[in-house]
């Protein structure tokens, strides 16, 4: 069957991406998606992010990285969505922009101000459904909904607390284009249910007869007649399908797939490519370089007693809670687990935020670490990395996964800052009012002290915060290495774009999924003709100041 546009993956970015082109220009829409539907009860309720990220959930595929020389040959699991609304239907939720210098970055590196932070809140505000916010910053009648957490545990609260006594000061609101501070996280929920990128923008259409969703499939490779691409090739239940597109080919995958998918198509380094056998398209350098992610550092603690959520999952707090949940919607299943966050920079209190603070009322889960107990841990997320990682191919089989590099710690400064950022959790814990609750530091342990040792620690620990981004970044003409134009079209061919993830040049300094959506929404008004103006800015002014 023909369609006028075939999107290659109903994550964050192909659920906007199909949406739009539907409703709004009554296109024919061919949608697939390598996971299943969203129908679990796991996925509605906002803890079932825990259940299914730390348990064997169908709708996660785990991306095992190769070996990391730079965690002293370590392997790493990387968790990414694997169901209709992709991330957004199994992360935990947080709703955040990053700041006004990070898509100035995207500006510099472009030449367009439409991906600037004044060109993008357009698009923020049209999607939001805040339930507290409502001006310059923010939409309160969009469709992704936008709530306070209905639950908070009191360490949460206490953490926000201390964190203030450290000279932090207190946010009311971390998506107005600043990030310093420390406060209450917003979540893509509504009435104590998780509100993702299906439920928001999908779930709407899927009655449409000019959408077609087909879930359980894997696209292999996009048909081209010359440089112009037509089509995909796709695998459901053994059977090989061809189905074509009168107007564009939109890829949405991810950081992973959206890269080997275009190398499978003969879109990527060419010396790579003849390695696998195939045949070189484009000779695009940049594919699958360029891959960013936030790791983090955690300290894990035990407490004096219940401050957290250690044991609402069993027995009869299991009971009551779910009792409580099904009654009013609210309760410990209400919560994302982490209701709180704060954003600081250690070496310039002033500066730009590099790190990104979490409380979890949990001691965080590690094999060499003892039995979990009432506990707590502190994270730090590393939010402006400066190790580079790359996606490559491990053969030209489109049913093998891609060979996933992070190459976090690379980098000198990420390790400084995140051994800082260690120092930092535990003069944080040793501040009041969380200093009274602490048992005692579990992880790493108060016997690791010195730099080398806190090393050692990060190496073996640090893990990925589910933020890759950048594999087919996009930038200027005369950019050897990047992938798209700034318009998202595929370099070296026609009728190909790619709309998630993987666009982005430089990593937002926060959680990343509000972005995507904003960028696939920018997306379909730049391939229709309809983008948004915004502000006239000096690329050189900017530059200077980032």
């Given at each position: 069957m023909d369609y006028d546009y075939i999107v290659v993956g109903a994550g964050s970015?192909?659920?906007?991406?199909a949406s739009r082109l539907v409703r709004e220009h009554q296109a024919r829409v061919l949608l697939i998606e390598t996971g299943p539907p969203a129908k679990s009860a796991l996925i509605r309720m906002p803890a079932g992010t825990f259940k299914m990220l730390f348990g064997g959930s169908p709708f996660i595929k785990r991306y095992v990285s190769s070996s990391q020389p730079s965690l002293?040959?370590?392997?790493?699991?990387?968790?990414?969505?694997?169901?209709?609304?992709?991330?957004?239907?199994?992360?935990?939720?947080?709703?955040?922009?990053?700041?006004?210098?990070?898509?100035?970055?995207?500006?510099?590196?472009?030449?367009d101000s439409g991906w600037s932070w004044h060109g993008l809140l357009p698009y923020f505000k049209k999607q939001e459904g805040n339930q507290r916010f409502d001006n310059v910053a923010h939409?309160?009648?969009?469709?992704?909904?936008?709530?306070?957490?209905?639950?908070?545990?009191?360490?949460?609260?206490?953490?926000?607390?201390?964190?203030?006594r450290q000279g932090v000061p207190f946010s009311p609101d971390f998506n107005a284009g600043s990030l310093r501070g420390v406060g209450y996280m917003q979540t893509t929920t509504y009435n104590g249910q998780r509100c993702s990128a299906a439920d928001a923008f999908l779930n709407p259409v899927l009655d449409n007869p000019k959408l077609s969703l087909i879930t359980g499939a894997q696209v292999e490779r996009?048909?081209?007649?010359?440089?112009?691409?037509?089509?995909?090739?796709?695998?459901?239940?053994?059977?090989?399908?061809?189905?074509?597109?009168?107007?564009?080919?939109?890829?949405c995958a991810g950081a992973f797939a959206t890269p080997k998918l275009l190398m499978l198509s003969g879109i990527g380094p060419a010396e790579h490519l003849r390695e696998h056998g195939l045949n070189v398209r484009v000779d695009s350098p940049g594919v699958g370089e360029n891959l960013q992610d936030h790791n983090v550092a955690v300290v894990s603690m035990s407490t004096h007693g219940q401050y957290g959520y250690f044991g609402e999952d069993r027995g009869f707090r299991a009971l009551r809670n779910a009792l409580q949940y099904a009654a009013f919607r609210n309760g410990p299943i209400a919560s994302n687990g982490a209701e709180t966050m704060a954003f600081v920079n250690l070496v310039e209190p002033d500066g730009e935020p590099d790190l990104q603070l979490y409380c979890v009322g949990v001691m965080w889960p590690d094999p060499q670490g003892p039995k979990?107990?009432?506990?707590?841990?502190?994270?730090?997320?590393?939010?402006?990395?400066?190790?580079?990682?790359?996606?490559?191919?491990?053969?030209?089989?489109?049913?093998?996964?891609?060979?996933?590099?992070?190459?976090?710690?690379?980098?000198v400064s990420d390790r400084d800052r995140l051994i800082g950022a260690i120092r930092y959790l535990r003069r944080l814990a040793s501040t009041e009012p969380l200093a009274s609750i602490i048992n005692e530091e579990v992880?790493?342990?108060?016997?690791?002290?010195?730099?080398?040792?806190?090393?050692?620690?990060?190496?073996?620990?640090?893990?990925?915060?589910?933020?890759?981004?950048?594999?087919?970044?996009?930038?200027?003409?005369g950019d050897p290495m990047s992938v798209l134009t700034p318009d998202l079209k595929v370099k070296g061919v026609t009728g190909l774009r790619v709309f998630d993830a993987s666009m982005m040049p430089h990593i937002i300094s926060s959680n990343t999924n509000a972005t995507v959506m904003a960028v696939a929404d920018r997306g379909v008004d730049v391939m229709m003709g309809q983008a948004r103006s915004s502000p006239n800015l000096d690329s050189t002014a900017v530059a200077a100041r980032v």
């Open positions: 970015a192909g659920c906007v991406t002293d040959g370590r392997t790493v699991t990387i968790p990414q969505g694997n169901v209709v609304g992709g991330g957004s239907s199994v992360n935990a939720m947080a709703y955040t922009r990053g700041s006004r210098a990070d898509y100035e970055r995207w500006f510099t590196a472009t030449g939409g309160s009648d969009g469709p992704l909904k936008v709530s306070d957490s209905l639950y908070t545990v009191e360490v949460a609260d206490r953490f926000v607390r201390a964190m203030q996009v048909l081209f007649e010359g440089d112009l691409a037509v089509g995909v090739e796709y695998r459901i239940r053994g059977k090989l399908v061809q189905a074509r597109a009168s107007g564009e080919v939109i890829l979990p107990t009432y506990g707590m841990t502190l994270m730090a997320n590393l939010v402006r990395p400066r190790s580079r990682g790359t996606v490559r191919l491990k053969s030209s089989m489109p049913s093998d996964d891609t060979v996933v590099s992070p190459n976090w710690l690379q980098d992880g790493p342990g108060l016997s690791v002290q010195s730099d080398d040792e806190l090393l050692d620690y990060l190496k073996r620990t640090t893990d990925s915060n589910y933020h890759p981004v950048g594999t087919c970044r996009m930038g200027r003409d």
